[in-house]
């Protein structure tokens, strides 16, 4: 055994050693992949740093010679390569620390790598400096010439400043203003160029020393020669500044001296108005409205000699001033600034001199005025006391007068008073300061007030006596009042009592208890209506002791009368009161014993209902016999118990009543009480009794209940537990293929469900796709097209293998190689379902037998549709095919989510658990309900319950076991699921990236390829070489060949950017696959940018040659064009209709022949060639045919236009304003120095001659391109400029027009508004008095006079012997109906009726004392036809009602006058039908016409086609995305098929691109002009 066991031992020992070598095999493992990954992560770093140097470098290669093209560019990318090189050597420095062995000499030889990018990276650096430096310097140059040519160009301006001052002839002030303010303001802006030039060139020469010495030095000569040309400018300056200072001083010398001649005028004026004041303080003459005419003239005239003089003292000072800044104002200027002095100081004087005169004037006329107006009051006041007293004494001659007659004598007597009062202040006041005259006829005043107070003290005393005998009779009779409504409610209360009055002794309780109310109700409405009688008399008996003797004692006399009929009514109260108590006690008794009878009968009732729960037949009771029965106890016990507490309170009630009596039957009403509450006391206990039997019984009962539904439950979840592990077999079991192939079914049959549903498609299209005509897809047809799927689904989630895709194919048709057949495929697509809500399952359809139960959260498959208005479905289970039911619908969701048999059997699984749960958790609420139980049959119940929740633990552990065991296994399906697709995925992902990668690079290799042969024949040389070498053919050749060649680079370019988005795009798994892609696609890029950048650099030259050359000989030929038009007298649209033959555009043979015809003419075929090229590019029609013939210009300064080529015998037709445009029909022509040129504004057709250059100075017009219009929305063409024209036709939206004539603006006539109120309702508004075709609607009235001062209006014409009728107010408005005068003459009254009220009188005008009462209205207008009142001035403001013909207005304010909103007009033509007319507008962000630009900005994807018609099935060219650019080769215009405008476009160099539409049918513009 020993041997044995040392035998073992060294095969133990043996067995250790070989497996030592394999302890850290897991270990190494985990260290080289780390080290693998680490070095690739190094090594992607490194690249991509290498890749950013290589582009950087690439990026340098062009930046030869003087070319600073993709100077910017190339500076980021260097930027971007040191940035990825410094990260990469970072992290190479981090990891090296903590590395060794071959992963460490692995890293570094990437250290090296990096640090030889550095290197590179250095030298590019270098290259790019001194390429900076060359470029900063011819910048530099390039600057400061630009400089000192703006300060030459401000030279320029000056001297053209000058021109005007330098005419013949005197200027006007203004002119000569305007002319001073610009010399000025053109020296500071000449001084400021200049300055800024010096300091510009300081500043360069600063820069220059940083410069090389062979720079610096070449640089330096060119500045210093510019240093010279502005230090000329600056002494042609100081010359300019001094003699318009010359100018300047005499200028203000001529504006100062008109102005002190206007002082001097005006205080002329003002002598002849104070002569007239002289007269004007005769004595005993009142003030007459001719005195204050004259005053107020002086005073006017006074006004406006002070504001002369004001304003030509402030031009003196300001002038003096301005004077003294300049520098050569001499004695000759201080002697004349002295002499205006001396007038102006002499004005001042005499104006003070005539102001003392006006003065003493107003100081005469206020004496006069005052007086009259103190005697005017007086007269009124004292006639007002001598009605007031003759009115007192008709009242007193009545016995009694009226109520109505001693208010109307209050109101008058209160009235004199005030009116006097208000008089004898004023005469007082007056008196304090008066003297002379003046104070005598104070005095008279004043005793006449003292007299006419007198005898108003007397009618108020009288007044005051007749007053109290008034209210005294008042008092009585509502005192009576009072006592007849007490004695009418103690009436009352004897009808109440009545019932007990019929010979009954005891009533029944409800009419007992009601009459007692009545009684007690009535007594308590007598009781108030005595004591407020009462309370009356009484304060009134101490009122009246304030009034006078004998209406006090006659009141006083029948208050004491109604005081004792109060007294006997309360005697009989007291009776009454006293026999209602004795009722409503025997009332009471008898309710008491009718509440206890009640209370009996309620108990009893109760008894009868525990007859139906008896204890020995409670077992053979169900639950819903017992919970009726203990409804109907429960509803008997809860009435008895009602009826006790109601008894028991009333019973309260009465004891309470009977111990707060004080009657004699008190005692035998509280015996009777008690044995009222001895019953009750014993109903009482009985209803206990009864209460504690139902209480027991119901336990007893509820027990039994609790244990069986217990059992019940248990039974059953065991039974659930059981079909639920029988269920979940096929997902436990180790042979998982079946559920796997039924999962990836269930995530096909998902995709193409949500396909179907998202484009709308049907299952028979899509087995289209597969079989085509044919009824069924082979095996093999049908396996491919499921691979294929996620491509037609857009998602990569059903991705398939071949032998995937293989067993679905076979599990759909059936077998496996069998075909697939239509109606296999559609119930492939049969809807499913997941069920939202719990339910039960049936046999039927429409049947109550259970099948089985459905839990949320499982699947559902449609086994035959459903019909409309049904509750049930048939369905399959998903967790069980072969299971088919009935379940409701409304308990049902349709897919997705899609619920497979996977999730199904889960979800019924976690559903068992979960009933298990609650079942427990139930169980173990009822033990705590019966926690507080002590005693009764419950108590028996807990141990019961106990046995159950054991039992219940264990049948929720093996449903808790089983949850788990299917949450794994199906994670574990799902894992492999998973795993299966990203696979596929991966695969995809690298045929993906081989083939974008392989398509840029095809296209980059092409352009390279082109672009090198470019390179290889370009012509050496700069442009102006070429120039002389080459003809305009040869450098159209190589210029075009040059375009094709960048063209295609662009293409490239174009592919490359695409490919990239496309990779970026990518929305599969395995995206990390795409890294090494992502690389090419970077170099492919930097590829393609250095061929450009290259070809670019190599025929930079051929394209300025070729520039330069067009350009010249394109002017070369507009000229001799525009010329010969001219001469033709031909119209531009009768010379394109005569070119073209009618076909509505110019082919270049056809232009080659019309310029063959003209005379004179010296043009070469390519110059021809070049000019159609220019304005007809893809074909020459008419509106560039007009661009290339007419020749439009912008006014750059204001000049003017005259009617003939002579500017100074000429006269002006009128100024051409800074901004407007001028077609040129003439010219240049040469007037000495001058050139002009004939043509006509645009803006109102003005034809004349105009200058267009002075000198060598800068042009006057600048030349602009032809003006057309765009129509921002649907506006009318009018026949006229007039907004009332007829209409020629309707511009659409889009249309884009030719502009003829204008803008300009459209002046309307104005129209009169008055600001009005309406005499009949007081309304204030608005309304036309005339409109602007010189309608009037309201007129000034003749027949409406205004009251200034208060006046009485009486019934006749005698003043002396009438009545007043009311009083008019001031500011009232009257019509006059007749006229009469006084035999005296002195007062003047005319009958009115008042617009007011329409009442009518005799009105004074003129009283005799010259106060004038009513006049003639100057501010009332009258309707002459009904007219609307508005709430503003404009005619768009709310009407507030309309005024009636004849209705009289009162003016707020003067008339005012109301202009119409501005408008403006153009005169334009459309492109599309030829038809002109004038489109009226107002200015404004909503104007219908913006002006149009032949380039477009794309706004909204829209389609490009072939052809202007966009038919049904069009395909597109390309498509256009938002924020592309293009240019408009044709169009806009209206496609008759679609009804859409369509415009032809061109993009850069690559030609015309096609048609697209503007604007959509829906109105969203997909294009919009630039």
Known sequence: AVEEFGTLKDRLEEMQQKLTPYKTVRQDYDQRAQAKKLHEELSTKVSGAEIEVEKAAMMTAPLGADCNEGMKETEQALSMAQSALSQALRLIDSKLKSLSGPLKEEILSLQERAKTAQEKLDEVRRNVKETQVRVAADLLLREVSDKVAHAEDELQKMSEAELPFLRSGDQKTEEMDVLIQDADKMAVAVHTAIAEAQTFIARKLVEVARFSEGTARAVKEEIDMMTKRVEDGRERLQQFRSSTGDRKRVHLLEEVDVKVKSAEDEVVRMAE???????????????????????????????????????????????????????????????????????????????????????????????????????????????????????????????????????????????????????????DVKLKTASGVLREELSAMRSKITAAEKKLATVIQASKEQKERLICSEIVCEATEHVLKAESDMSKCGEAELPFLKGLESLPGAEAAAAVAACEESAGVTQKAIAAARTFVVQKLVDIKEFAKGPQEACAKELAALQKRLDVGAGKLAELKKDTAERKRATQMQASGQKVASVEQAVQALANAMVKFPEDKMADLSGEEAHKICEEIGAAEADAQAAVADARKFLAMRMQDVKNSKDAGKSAGSVDLTKLQSRLTQCQVELAKLSNQCTEREQRFVAQKLVQDANENMAKLRSEIEHATAVSQALLSDDKSELLTSSFLTLVAGALIGHLKASGSTPAKVFATVAGNAQSASAEDFTVWLQKLPELVGGDDACLTEDRAFELSARIAGSAGAPVTAAAFKALLQERYVCATGTAAFRSQGGDDEACTVEVGEGLELVEPCTAGAARGHFALARDPSTQVWVPLECLKASPPFVGKIESIEAFVKAVHQRCTEASQAVDQKTVGLSHVKQGPLVEVKGKLQQIRTALSTERARADALKKRVAAARAALVQQQQEEVKKVQEGKCKAFAERVVAEAAEAVEAAEARAAAIVASAKAGTAEKLQKELSIGELDALKTAADEALSTVAEARAVVARSQETHDGFKGGARNVLLESKVELTKLASRASTAERRLKAATEAVRAAFVQVAKTATVKARNVLRTAARKSGKSIDELFDTVSGGTGEISEAQFAQFVSTLPEHDLGSDQVALVYKEFGRHGLRKPGFAKALQEFCICERSTEIASSFEAAAAPTVRKLEKGELFEVLEGPAADGAVLRVRGRALRDGAAGWVTFRVGEGPPLLKPREKPFLFALSAAPLLQSFDTDASVVREMQQDEVLELLEGPRPLQGPSEQALHAVASKDGKVGWVTLQDTAGNTFASPSKNLYMCKSTIAMTDNFDIKNCKVLRKVDVGEALEVISCQEEDGGDISRKRFKSVRDGKEGWVTLKGNQGTIYVELSDSHFIADQDISMRAGASRDSPVLRTVEAGEALLAKEPPKEVRPDPKMGARARSLEDGKSGWIVFAPGPRAPVKPWKAKYVCKAPVDITSSLALQEGTVAVTKAEPGQSFQVVEGPALDAISGQRRVRLARGEEGIVGWATLRTAEGKACLEVA
């Open 273 to 427: 108005a104070t002569k007239s004041l002289s007269s004007l303080g005769i004595a005993g003459e009142l003030a007459s409205e001719s005195g204050r005419e004259a005053v107020e003239q002086a005073n006017l005239a006074e006004r406006s000699a002070q504001a002369s003089l004001v304003i030509a003292r402030k031009h003196l000072l300001q002038k003096t001033a301005d004077l003294k800044k300049l520098a050569g104002a001499g004695a000759g200027s201080g002697s004349e600034l002295g002499r205006l002095q001396t007038r102006v100081n002499n004005v001042q004087q005499e104006i003070a001199k005539l102001r003392n005169i006006t003065k003493e004037a107003e100081e005469r006329l206020r004496v006069k005025t005052m007086l009259a107006e103190v005697a005017t009051r007086l007269t009124a006041t004292e006639s007002d006391v001598d009605k007031v007293a003759a009115v007192a004494v008709a009242t007193q001659a009545d016995e009694q007068p009226s109520p109505e007659q001693v208010e109307r004598m209050e109101r008058a007597t209160a009235l004199a008073q005030t009116k006097l009062t208000a008089t004898s202040k004023l005469v």
